[in-house]
């Protein structure tokens, strides 16, 4: 199969929101702190101009302790 075009840019949303932004995004890592509900998109553009987004929801389910 043909090599596909590699990724020039990804932009990453957080609840909707653009929050970070790559260039030449390779070997690129993302960290956040989560504390409630959260949902992530990331959109990438190869150099052939073709699209790919995936999402995900984050969920924190808080367990208490009573000592």
């Known amino acids: 199969?043909?090599?596909s075009?590699?990724?020039v840019s990804c932009v990453f949303?957080?609840?909707g929101s653009t929050w970070k932004t790559f260039?030449?995004?390779t070997g690129s890592t993302v960290t956040d702190s989560?504390?409630?509900q959260t949902a992530y998109t990331i959109d990438c553009v190869d150099a052939a101009a073709?699209?790919?987004t995936r999402s995900i929801l984050v969920n924190v389910l808080l367990n208490?302790?009573?000592f």
Do not use: A
Request: hydrophobic share 10%; charged share 25%.
């Open 34 to 36: 989560v504390t409630g």
């Open 13 to 15: 949303k957080k609840n």
């Open 50 to 52: 073709k699209h790919s």
């Open 64 to 66: 208490y302790q009573e």
């Open 1 to 3: 199969p043909p090599e």
């Open 5 to 7: 075009p590699p990724i």
């Open 23 to 25: 260039t030449n995004p």
